[in-house]
Every structure is written in structure tokens, then in C-alpha cells.
């Protein structure tokens, strides 16, 4: 937070403290305000409890002094309301000599402090210096709680992506080999159907859509491990200069099939200054392939999917635009987890977005979405106009991190 000082009398004093001062007497609150103003500040005045509440309701200020002895609302009724709406607002009470019970009544309540009647200005001065500097105290610890908060968080969503690695691996090699048998032991089977002496089997038909079924699924069980592996195997990258219009275009030409029999339009929009940018072609043509295809499939017929390209923030933001069913808004918090898949089953493995994610992260660009339910999905995707693959952390920085965070 920004502070305007001004040093005088061996004290310095932030002349952007917000301040207003609530008495009933007209000509003390004048004379304090005259004082201020030579001192740099320039509170504001409020006459009454109810004037006071009024003034905190319109806009918000860092320190209130206040009479507690006022008609209608005494300073301790309007203190209580204060600290109901107005957390971060400090109160400092005036009262009488013969009144020093209210000001402790006023502290037990939650006033910063009290001071008695007739007031010594440079000790007013301090006690307004003091609660404001409370104020930036608590300011910077609600930052850095969370600041702490979102690191934790990181460093947490970090360690399940790290056991989930280390389990996608082990599953997708120990499935691999049974399905290699199963995949071989069906074309093994198809093979004898088609033999002379089983021509006239009256299960021959049946035979058949076992061993498709039995295909589609190994199929589906594959493409369920490949991208597991995907994700968690190093990339062998190979980073080039990447038109990214033209790498769109190719791109939708591998779904332009799918989308013309289902009587959808896709069309590419770039702007002309866009320029290439350095990355990784054939990682960035799995994460267009993975945005399409999800937009093919959310898309009815008749429907339409615009590839919009453009220049921003010193990169490119690639934009993937349906008009499809839309996401529901208790599922965008989701999509991006492994597994999280709101079509039929057998239609996704729900591990496209998960991939897109991680392939981004480690190209230096993000993914957002935007989305109602029927009214269509947006994704946008930003790439750095230029990003060089970072260097391998030691394996032991993470945890290094973690017990910073954790303060051991």
C-alpha cells in the first residue's frame, strides 16, 4: 500500500489515512479538521451515530474518531455497528474525564483505544498513526494467508498429479500386455469365422458382435492408456516456428469429416499481423485436436465452430468458439480434472482437457474456458509468442518448497 508521509515533530504521519471524525459539537469537530489540514489531513465529518453509519455505507475509511457521549446514538452503539460492517475500520473513542468507564466499555467492545477529553492533539496524532498501521499489519497478513493458502493448494494439486503419474504408469504397462493378448486372441477368432466349416454356424452373427464389442473396447481401454502415458512421459520436444493459422487449418481438416456429417460449420478467423510463434508443432496439434473434437461432439447439427487467432499480451490466444450444449456451471470447476467426463460411456475417457492442460503448462501458456448451458463453450488458449523449455528442477525442490510453506 502506497504512504504519503510527512515528518514533523520527531513523528511521521501517512497523509492518505482515511479519516473521519464524529461529534456533535460543530466548532470542536472545525477546530480538529483545522489541525489536520495543517498536519496533511483532511478528514471528513460526520455530526451524529446516524451521519457516521451513512458516510462508512457510501465509501469505506481507515480510522474513525469518535465522541461517545452524542444524542440518539452513543459512540458505543454506533462502535458496535461499525465493527459488524466495517471490520477493517479502527475506532478511536473521545471521552470525559469523568466518563473513563465508557472508554473501556468502548475498547472491550473493539475500539482500537480511548482518550480523554480535552484532548493533546500530537498524542491524538499517534493513536491515529498506531491504528492505522494496525490496519497494514492485518492487510499484509490476510495477503500473505493467502498467498499461502494458493501455494498449499499448488504444491497439493502438484503432489496428486505426481502420485497419479507414477500410478498412471504402472496401470497403463500392466494393462497393455493383457489387452495385447485379448486384441490377438480376437483377430485370432475372427480369423476361424471366416473359415468354410463355420460359414453355416447358427452363432456365427453373434460370434461377430462379441468380437466387435470385444474390439471397440480394447480399443478404448488402448487409447485410455496411451494418454495417461502421454501425459506423464517426458516429451521428446521439438520446438520450430509454427504458423499457427495453418497448423489450425490442418488441424480441423482431421475432424472436417466428422463435423460435415453432422451438418456443422467450422471456420478459421486470424488476424493478418498475427506472427509465428516458437513451440512445440506437434504437442500444440494434439491440443487443437483434443479442443475440436470436444466442440464436434458438443455441437449439434447445423451448429457452427469458429477458430478465432489473435495477437495479445506479447503472444497468441487461440480461441475455440461452439455452439454446442454448453457446460454446466457446477461442471467448469471440473473439467480439467483426470476422468471427468460428462459423455456417454465408452464416447471419452475424460482425459482430453487433462492432457490439453498439461501440455500448455509445459509450453508456457493457460487455458480458460467460458460456458452456459446451452449456449455454447468458449475455450481460450494463450501461447507465449517464443517459450524455451525450462530446465529440470532437482527432484528434491518440491519438497524443499512444501517445508518452507509448512514453516518446518
Not at 508521509?5 to 473521519?20: A, G, P, Q, V
Not at 470385444?214 to 494418454?227: M, N, S
Not at 456417454?344 to 509445459?362: C, D, K, M, S
Request: negative net charge; contains cysteine.
Amino acid at each position: 500500500m502506497k504512504h504519503n508521509e510527512l515528518l514533523d515533530n520527531n513523528h511521521h504521519m501517512d497523509t492518505d489515512i482515511r479519516l473521519l471524525l464524529v461529534d456533535d459539537e460543530a466548532d470542536f469537530r472545525r477546530a480538529l479538521v483545522r489541525r489536520f489540514g495543517r498536519r496533511g489531513l483532511n478528514p471528513e465529518q460526520a455530526g451524529n451515530g446516524q451521519e457516521c453509519l451513512a458516510v462508512l455505507a457510501d465509501h469505506p475509511v481507515d480510522v474513525v474518531v469518535m465522541d461517545i457521549k452524542m444524542p440518539g446514538m452513543t459512540g458505543i452503539e454506533v462502535l458496535a455497528q461499525i465493527k459488524e460492517k466495517h471490520l477493517q475500520t479502527e475506532v478511536i473513542l473521545l471521552t470525559g474525564h469523568a466518563s473513563t468507564q465508557d472508554g473501556v466499555d468502548g475498547i472491550k467492545s473493539g475500539a482500537f483505544d480511548y482518550l480523554t477529553k480535552p484532548i493533546e492533539f500530537e498524542h491524538l496524532l499517534s493513536k491515529i498513526q498506531q491504528a492505522y498501521e494496525k490496519i497494514l499489519r492485518e492487510e499484509e497478513k490476510r495477503k500473505e494467508a493467502e498467498f499461502r493458502a494458493k501455494m498449499e493448494q499448488q504444491m497439493a494439486a502438484a503432489e496428486r498429479l505426481a502420485s497419479l503419474g507414477t500410478l498412471a504408469v504402472g496401470v497403463a504397462h500392466e494393462i497393455n500386455n493383457p489387452l495385447a493378448i485379448i486384441r490377438e486372441s480376437a483377430g485370432w477368432l475372427t480369423l476361424l469365422l471366416k473359415r468354410k466349416e463355420l460359414a453355416e454356424s447358427p452363432f456365427k452373427k453373434d460370434f461377430e458382435l462379441a468380437l466387435q464389442k470385444i474390439e471397440k473396447g480394447v480399443e478404448r481401454a488402448k487409447r485410455i492408456t496411451h494418454q495417461l502415458l502421454s501425459f506423464v512421459r517426458k516429451q521428446d520436444s521439438s520446438f520450430s516456428h509454427i504458423n499457427l493459422p495453418e497448423l489450425a487449418d490442418e488441424t480441423i481438416g482431421l475432424v472436417r469429416k466428422e463435423a460435415l456429417d453432422k451438418g456443422i460449420a467450422v471456420e478459421v478467423k486470424a488476424e493478418s499481423s498475427v506472427d509465428s510463434i516458437w513451440s512445440d508443432p506437434y504437442q500444440l496439434r494434439q491440443v487443437l485436436l483434443n479442443l475440436l473434437s470436444n466442440a464436434v461432439h458438443a455441437t449439434g447439427k447445423g451448429g457452427s465452430i469458429t477458430v478465432t487467432i489473435e495477437s495479445l499480451k506479447g503472444g497468441l490466444q487461440l480461441t475455440v468458439r461452439d455452439t454446442g450444449t454448453g457446460i454446466p456451471r457446477e461442471n467448469l470447476k471440473h473439467i480439467f480434472e483426470p476422468f471427468f467426463s460428462t459423455k456417454n460411456p465408452g464416447e471419452g475417457t475424460g482425459l482430453g482437457l487433462f492432457v490439453t492442460r498439461g501440455i500448455l503448462g509445459r509450453l508456457g501458456g493457460y487455458i480458460e474456458v467460458e460456458s452456459s448451458l446451452g449456449q455454447g463453450a468458449t475455450f481460450r488458449v494463450w501461447l507465449p509468442q517464443r517459450h524455451e523449455p525450462r530446465m529440470e528442477l532437482p527432484e528434491d525442490t518440491y519438497a524443499d518448497i512444501l517445508q518452507q510453506i509448512k514453516g518446518e
